[in-house]
């Protein structure tokens, strides 16, 4: 299994445009997460989903932000319009429900200015 | 909003000396696992250790876990300069919800 991927590895926008990330989950697993990472706040849970149902989206920082999961296989992370302090890498995580184990991909480096 | 807190925030050591990292948090637990993160990349799980359970092994790396104290360590023995990374405590609710503390940066001098 490749692991999972996400796309793109580096995204440099203008503030005000909107912006997508796309993940691909490890096949088989059925939990996807969604992180943030900046050298300010860490590393902090956006939202997360079980069977393609979302199930805590309290991480979402604002409207601005929202995440799909339309199959197994397939999540994106959608920021619009975006903003110069939404420069972080996102990070995408997939596991087997309850199984512990969380597999991260290699993260998209976005930067708004 | 994060569960886990590590400390110390940096700690700097001399290859072949033991590195100790502790991570408290707190709401009840199903389990808790360390990652590492090398510069730029990804989390990489390293151990687990059940709420059940109070210490756990695997290779250099000894982790324990106090349920009523609310707090684990990871010990890294023998530390060599490739152990240089960010190590994260995650604690994994019943509700099948993990968060992340702030991590330890390990430094390890050759």
């Known amino acids: 299994d490749a692991g999972v991927i996400q796309s793109p590895r580096h995204e440099v926008t203008e503030m005000g445009q909107e912006v997508t990330l796309r993940c691909k989950p490890i096949?088989?697993?059925?939990?996807l997460f969604w992180y943030r990472q900046t050298m300010m706040r860490g590393l902090e849970l956006l939202i997360y989903?079980?069977?393609?149902?979302?199930?805590?989206d309290s991480g979402m920082p604002e409207d601005r932000f929202s995440a799909k999961m339309p199959n197994a296989s397939f999540s994106t992370l959608k920021i619009q319009p975006s903003e110069p302090r939404d420069s972080a890498v996102y990070f995408c995580?997939?596991?087997?429900?309850?199984?512990?184990?969380?597999?991260f991909g290699p993260g998209t480096r976005l930067t708004v200015t | 909003s994060q569960q886990g807190e590590e400390d110390p925030q940096a700690l700097s050591i001399q290859e072949g000396e033991n590195a100790t990292m502790n991570c408290s948090y707190k709401?009840?637990?199903?389990?808790l696992q360390w990652y590492r993160q090398n510069s730029g990349r990804g989390l990489v799980h390293l151990i687990l250790?059940?709420?059940?359970?109070r210490e756990k092994h695997s290779g250099r790396l000894r982790v324990t876990l106090d349920t009523s104290k609310k707090s684990s360590s990871l010990l890294i023995t023998a530390s060599r300069a490739a152990d240089t990374a960010s190590y994260f405590c995650?604690?994994?609710?019943?509700?099948?919800?993990?968060?992340f503390g702030a991590g330890t940066r390990l430094t390890v001098k050759p």
């Open positions: 709401t009840s637990i199903n389990n």
């Open positions: 989903f079980n069977n393609n149902v979302p199930i805590d």
């Open positions: 995580a997939s596991r087997t429900s309850g199984m512990g184990e969380q597999y």
């Open positions: 250790i059940r709420s059940n359970e």
């Open positions: 995650a604690t994994d609710a019943r509700n099948n919800d993990m968060r």
């Open positions: 096949s088989g697993h059925n939990s």
